[in-house]
Structures are given as C-alpha cells and as structure tokens.
C-alpha cells in the first residue's frame, strides 16, 4: 500500500502488528510443547492467553477507524518465527530452553518496537483510547520480557552446567590420550 498521511502510515501499523500477533498465536503452542522447564511453559502459556487480548484489542482498533486489520502480512515476525524454529531444530535437549527464551526475547523486543511507534502515532492523531490501548500491550510486551530474562537466569545456567558436563567428559577422554589432549580442551574452556 501507499501511504500518504500519518493516519495510513498508522493504519499499516497496526495491520502489521495484527499480523505479528496471529503468527504468534500459531508458533506459541509449538515453543510451549517444546518447552522443559515448568516454569518456561507456563510463562509461554500465560503469554498466549495475552496475545490473543492484544490481537483482539488491534482489531477493535481497527474496527472503529474503519479499517480491516487482516491486510498485512508481517514479514519481519514471520522471519523471527523462522529463525527461531530453526534453531530449535539445531539445539540439543540441553540447551532447548535457553534456545526457546532467545527466541521469544526477539520475539518481544520485535513487538516492542511496533508497539512504542503505533502508540506514539495514535497519541499524536488524536487517539486517546486507542493510545492508551497500544500503551498497555507494550508494557505487557515488556513484562513478558522481563518474565523471560528471570527465567533466563536459572535456565541458560542449568544449560551452561550441561555444557561443563560434557566438557569435563571430554577432558576425561582427553587424559587418555595424553597432556597434548587435554590442554586443547582447557584452551577450549577458557575461550568459551
Ligand atoms: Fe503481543
Ligand atoms: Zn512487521
Ligand atoms: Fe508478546
């Protein structure tokens, strides 16, 4: 689309973001089932359950302009999604949850962006309602990252102990071939 005036630029926006939403809705069942950690796959349910409001509260938004919110397809999250399933596929079991948490922080921290301009654009059209309504999912967004840099704390140091494991399992091995063996590994450890 074209857009001439504050209000079209909006208008894309928020279609866009409705997009983001939708998509999420449909990857967030796939990263809850993946999810080991309790505590991650009740975070991630938890945020679907939002999500859903917050796609609901672009819709209306766009219902009173007049406008359908299913015009845009957002590329951006649809690339986010992508990489982030991807990478769930590369990941041993180990590491699944930190590799989760990463991909959902990008995930927030895309509809952050989003969300801070459509409500500044909102807030400077005139919008009050709507304004305030985009206000309250950003910060939504940001507790749900906020939610997921806790988790990130304990989960990526359970992932950084598995990685010791088998470190300290490689190093066993490496004794029996000899001091050459075993120092690469102590090398190995430091850079890492
Ligand atoms: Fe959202
Ligand atoms: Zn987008
Ligand atoms: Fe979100």
Not at 42 to 56: D, P
Not at 85 to 92: G, H, P, Q
Not at 139 to 153: C, F, M, N, P, V
Request: charged letters at 35%; a negative charge; proline letters at 1%.
């Amino acid at each position: 689309m074209t857009a001439n005036s504050l209000q079209e630029l909006y208008v894309e926006q928020l279609q866009d973001l409705y997009s983001a939403e939708e998509q999420i809705i449909k990857a967030l069942p796939k990263m809850i089932e993946a999810a080991q950690s309790d505590e991650l796959r009740s975070a991630l349910k938890e945020h679907l359950e939002v999500t859903r409001k917050q796609a609901s509260r672009v819709e209306t938004i766009c219902q009173e302009l007049g406008e359908d919110a299913q015009n845009e397809k957002c590329k951006g999250m649809e690339g986010v999604l992508k990489e982030g399933s991807d990478l769930l596929k590369e990941v041993s079991k180990e590491v699944r949850d930190a590799a989760i948490i990463a991909a959902a922080q990008r995930v927030e921290h895309y509809e952050m962006a989003g969300y801070g301009t459509a409500r500044t654009y909102a807030t400077l059209l005139g919008f009050a309602d709507a304004a305030s309504m985009l206000e309250q999912t950003l910060e939504e967004e940001k507790e749900a990252d906020q939610t997921l840099s806790e988790l990130a704390e304990e989960l990526n140091v359970e992932a950084l102990k598995a990685g010791e494991n088998t470190e300290e399992q490689e190093a066993e091995q490496g004794r029996n071939w000899g001091p050459r063996a075993k120092k690469s590994v102590a090398r190995g450890k430091r850079a890492a």
